[in-house]
């Protein structure tokens, strides 16, 4: 095995502070990583970030309002004072302010698309290059199902994770070279916040739709990026893995 692959890596992971984040950042702290919360809120990712150490992992939290272009660049220039090179970036991090097209506000648009998307492209322009230089890297961006598919009341969301995939297969392309791999997983319906307040007639439609009968856990989309960012993966880039239980096909 070369050098490169018994080192250490180094993962980042966004919106680790909750939900399919945190289990990310959990699932690649196990895998031996040393692993980066980002969430919004310092204590959302403070306490991810400690219960992985106490667990008997190395994790450290950063704050970074990943809408903001500014703070991710600052964030990455720090990751790179403290690590010759980010190996894993996983770009998880995403809101929903879903509503009919007429009644969408501008401000909806705008912070879907920079919540979702625009922090992808951030991320990568600061953390890619390293990545390129070492030729070694991983890089999942978290899409979704109705960024394949679709769905009404959601056109800024949709697009915000269709534009996900459309950024991971050129970036697969432009970095293969370098053998940095980029791949989307993209989740069905899986409990977590972003889903519990959902309505219960939605739910109801939504699991009628699933042919494997149960909403999805954070634990099956971890599961998959863990995989994505592992050595045994090295072969696979630009693609995009529905974990849905069979609802996209
Ligand atoms: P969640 O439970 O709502 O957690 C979202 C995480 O993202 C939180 O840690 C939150 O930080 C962080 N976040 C939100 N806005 C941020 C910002 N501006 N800056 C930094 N961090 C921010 O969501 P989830 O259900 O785990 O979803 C995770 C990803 O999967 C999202 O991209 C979502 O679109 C995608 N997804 C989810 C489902 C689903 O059914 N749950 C389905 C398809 C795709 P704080 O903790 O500080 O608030």
Redesign the pocket.
């Known amino acids: 095995m070369s050098e490169e692959n018994t080192k250490q890596k180094t993962a980042v992971v966004?919106?680790?502070?909750?939900?399919?984040?945190?289990a990310i950042a959990e699932a690649l702290a196990r895998d031996g990583m040393q692993v980066y919360c980002?969430?919004?809120?310092e204590s959302?990712?403070g306490s991810a970030a400690q219960s992985i150490c106490e667990s008997g992992g190395n994790a450290h939290s950063l704050?970074?309002?990943?809408?903001s272009g500014e703070q991710i660049r600052t964030a990455c220039e720090k990751l790179l004072t403290e690590n010759e090179c980010i190996d894993v970036l996983v770009n998880?991090?995403?809101?929903?302010h879903d509503n009919l097209l007429f009644r969408m506000e501008e401000d909806d648009w705008n912070n879907v698309l920079n919540?979702?998307l625009s922090?992808c492209f951030h991320w990568i322009k600061s953390l890619g290059r390293p990545m390129t230089r070492k030729r070694w890297g991983r890089i999942v961006n978290?899409?979704?199902?109705?960024g394949i598919s679709g769905n009404a009341g959601q056109a800024n969301?949709s697009a915000a994770?269709a534009g996900m995939i459309g950024l991971t297969k050129s970036l697969a392309r432009e970095f293969a070279a370098r053998s940095v791999t980029v791949n989307a997983v993209?989740?069905?319906?899986?409990?977590?916040?972003?889903?519990s307040g959902l309505d219960e007639r939605v739910k109801e439609v939504a699991l009628s739709q699933i042919p494997l009968k149960r909403f999805?856990q954070?634990e099956d989309?971890a599961e998959m990026t863990s995989f994505l960012c592992s050595e045994k993966a090295s072969y696979v880039t630009g693609q995009v893995f529905t974990v849905d239980g069979g609802m996209v096909m």
């Open positions: 966004t919106g680790a502070g909750r939900g399919i984040g945190k980002v969430s919004k809120s959302s990712c704050p970074v309002d990943v809408s998880n991090a995403g809101i929903t919540t979702n922090s978290v899409s979704s199902v109705v969301y994770k993209a989740p069905g319906f899986i409990e977590t916040d972003m889903t999805g954070v989309i």
